[in-house]
């Protein structure tokens, strides 16, 4: 999500001036993967850390849970992670209307994961020093990030729906992009996962009414070698990337977080 970005009810985006970054969304109908799914949501301040808060599905588990960490030196090639949640319950369902939000209170940058239909919530607070103010620039906010390369893994999810990022508790109506893979024209602060990594072909993300956006799985066929014969269906990348600089994808600039 650029700098200038269109607010509702007027006004645009200015990052410095942000306090609170609010996902709302309906989770995908993910279960059991053979790796972790993350629907992530994504905030870098002014000295360079990123502070991360997502739901996550995991291998051999139906439900999902809360992670959150930080990352200092985002920019640089020694990465420090501070987790601050890791599995954490509430166990929440697929397809649960849900928010999760990253917000500055009394100089402390904190997070809360909120499920709307169970009425329950985790909330907990960063591990950072006095809070910097949010970085200018093409923030990624939210993207979807798996390290599943397995297309069963997708072909039941239905919808991820972002249905409105809130700044300071007003909706971003406009100048949002999808990013992923290799973007000559958008250039975003960080990068959820590995950099490089286009989505895979067997998902799709698009735009629905302003400021929503969503992904599906999408059935791709490729012809194999004809030393092969037959067809078979793509596996792709291991990084989904999603909206808002999307830049999607970002944090760690060209490294995966450590696997959990």
């Given at each position: 999500m650029p700098?200038?970005?269109?607010l509702?009810?007027?006004?645009?985006v200015q990052?410095?001036?942000v306090?609170?970054?609010?996902?709302?969304?309906?989770?995908?109908?993910i279960?059991?993967?053979?790796?972790?799914?993350?629907?992530?949501?994504?905030?870098?301040?002014?000295?360079?850390?990123?502070?991360?808060?997502?739901?996550?599905?995991?291998?051999n588990?139906?439900?999902?849970?809360?992670?959150?960490?930080?990352?200092?030196?985002?920019?640089?090639?020694?990465?420090?992670?501070?987790w601050?949640?890791?599995?954490?319950?509430?166990?929440?369902?697929?397809?649960?209307?849900?928010?999760?939000?990253?917000?500055?209170?009394?100089?402390?940058?904190?997070?809360?994961?909120?499920?709307?239909?169970?009425?329950?919530?985790?909330?907990?607070?960063?591990?950072?020093?006095?809070?910097?103010?949010?970085?200018?620039?093409?923030?990624?906010?939210?993207?979807l990030?798996?390290?599943?390369?397995t297309?069963?893994?997708?072909?039941?999810m239905?919808?991820?729906?972002?249905?409105?990022?809130?700044?300071?508790g007003?909706?971003?109506t406009?100048?949002?992009?999808?990013?992923?893979?290799?973007?000559?024209?958008?250039?975003?602060?960080?990068?959820?996962?590995s950099?490089?990594?286009?989505?895979?072909?067997f998902?799709?993300a698009?735009e629905g009414?302003?400021?929503s956006?969503?992904w599906?799985?999408?059935?791709?066929?490729?012809?194999?070698e004809?030393?092969?014969?037959g067809?078979?269906?793509?596996?792709?990348?291991?990084?989904?990337?999603?909206?808002?600089?999307?830049?999607?994808?970002?944090?760690?600039?060209?490294?995966?977080?450590?696997?959990?």
């Amino acid at each position: 999500m650029p700098e200038g970005a269109q607010l509702a009810e007027g006004g645009n985006v200015q990052w410095e001036a942000v306090t609170n970054v609010t996902a709302s969304l309906v989770l995908p109908n993910i279960e059991s993967p053979d790796g972790i799914v993350y629907v992530v949501l994504s905030v870098m301040t002014s000295d360079g850390s990123v502070l991360q808060a997502a739901e996550g599905a995991l291998p051999n588990r139906s439900g999902w849970f809360a992670f959150a960490w930080s990352i200092q030196g985002a920019d640089s090639r020694t990465l420090s992670y501070q987790w601050v949640l890791n599995a954490s319950t509430p166990e929440m369902s697929p397809r649960s209307n849900i928010s999760i939000s990253i917000f500055r209170t009394s100089e402390v940058w904190e997070l809360k994961v909120t499920n709307f239909g169970a009425r329950s919530s985790v909330e907990k607070s960063f591990p950072t020093g006095p809070a910097a103010a949010l970085k200018t620039g093409d923030q990624e906010v939210f993207a979807l990030e798996s390290y599943s390369r397995t297309v069963t893994t997708f072909q039941s999810m239905g919808n991820l729906t972002l249905n409105s990022i809130l700044l300071n508790g007003k909706k971003v109506t406009n100048g949002c992009y999808l990013y992923g893979g290799w973007d000559m024209v958008h250039n975003p602060l960080f990068v959820v996962g590995s950099s490089g990594s286009s989505p895979p072909s067997f998902i799709q993300a698009g735009e629905g009414s302003p400021g929503s956006f969503f992904w599906d799985y999408v059935r791709v066929w490729e012809a194999q070698e004809s030393t092969l014969g037959g067809l078979v269906e793509v596996l792709a990348a291991a990084s989904v990337a999603g909206c808002l600089t999307l830049g999607g994808v970002g944090v760690w600039l060209a490294r995966k977080k450590p696997s959990l």
